[in-house]
């Protein structure tokens, strides 16, 4: 399989949306009550992922195969319970299909991401992974990130216990 990554557009939004979707339930829908979980997922509106694929504010990309969406990254703001020192921007989302979990494909969007953020005076950059998520905790970690704080992360009637994970560039 080779793995290419590119820059987003707004044509992308449909199969970006519909792989958080995808990816979120998988790895999260077990913590919510369902009708909170769908709720969530309507509010991810489509013209959300129009303006996060498209728009200079934010930067997103994409992990492709063969010419399927196998991942993607998105940068941008997001209001957290920081208090930066410098220039700062958020990783916002990091979301793979299953089966490209183990490809290198998390490692080359993180690699893109941290490009960018750099390329565009970040000085900076947050996160908030949801406690429960080592898998993922390991893998912010190891790209340099510490945790700097906690973030509620609210879904219907459940609040996640999150951790705000900073990285300085």
Request: charged share 25%; hydrophobic share 45%.
């Amino acid at each position: 399989m080779t793995l290419a990554i590119r820059r987003s557009t707004a044509a992308d939004a449909p199969a970006v949306r519909d792989l958080f979707c995808r990816s979120f339930t998988a790895t999260f829908g077990h913590l919510y009550p369902p009708a909170d979980l769908a709720a969530f997922l309507e509010a991810c509106s489509l013209d959300r992922f129009r303006v996060e694929s498209s728009s200079a504010a934010f930067a997103c990309f994409l992990g492709e195969a063969d010419g399927r969406l196998l991942g993607y990254v998105t940068l941008g703001h997001l209001d957290l319970p920081v208090a930066p020192s410098g220039r700062w921007w958020v990783l916002r989302q990091l979301y793979l299909e299953e089966e490209a979990k183990g490809t290198g494909l998390a490692q080359a969007l993180m690699a893109r991401a941290l490009t960018e953020a750099r390329a565009r005076g970040v000085e900076e950059l947050y996160l908030t992974v949801w406690i429960g998520n080592h898998r993922a905790r390991r893998f912010y970690e190891r790209h340099g990130f510490e945790e700097v704080g906690r973030y509620a992360f609210v879904v219907g009637s459940t609040v996640d216990d999150d951790r705000i994970l900073r990285l300085g560039l």
